[in-house]
């Protein structure tokens, strides 16, 4: 049957799994997969590219964390809840006010984008906010009180028409 290829690949990777460690073809698959891995290790330690890549990865990946733990406040960001309905109700929340905050930040870094003076000046804006993150919340006041009422409300924050004509330049790539 393997021969005539009706199995899918997992199949072939569980009935690999399945045999006993003196196999010869999970041997095989075991030594594949170091060799992988051997030369994954050698080009991430040979070609500065790839390293930048995983560290550039990794710290993004760190700063979410740490945004996620900011907008989690109280009991060391851990909550016991009584329902799981109830978890999911506050982590439902807790990624509203993450995506409430990182649409700030994109509004706010279009805006500044398109009311910059000089293309040079665009350019090297528009290279900046591409290469770094909108998971930012040190502007934010996350523990405070907020007063949504009308006579607290600025009437125009953002320009929503001219940011939905904001395109992106051509010679412009994301990292």
Known sequence: MLRHRLFSNGLTAQAALSYARQHPLYKALK????????????????????????????????????????????????????????????????????????????????????????EPEREDLLKTTLQSSTHTWHHINLAGEYDFSELVLPDVVFDLEALMQFTLPGNIRRR
């Open 31 to 118: 030594d594949l997969g170091r060799l992988y891995k051997t030369e994954y290790i050698l080009r991430y330690i040979d070609q500065p590219e790839i390293r930048e890549s995983v560290e550039g990865m990794l710290t993004k990946v760190e700063h979410s964390n740490k945004f996620s733990s900011a907008v989690t406040l109280g009991n060391n960001q851990a909550f016991g809840w009584q329902t799981q309905q109830e978890g999911q109700i506050a982590d439902g929340c807790k990624r509203l006010i993450m995506n409430a905050i990182n649409f700030y930040n994109l509004l706010y870094l279009t805006e500044k984008i398109c009311g910059c003076a000089t």
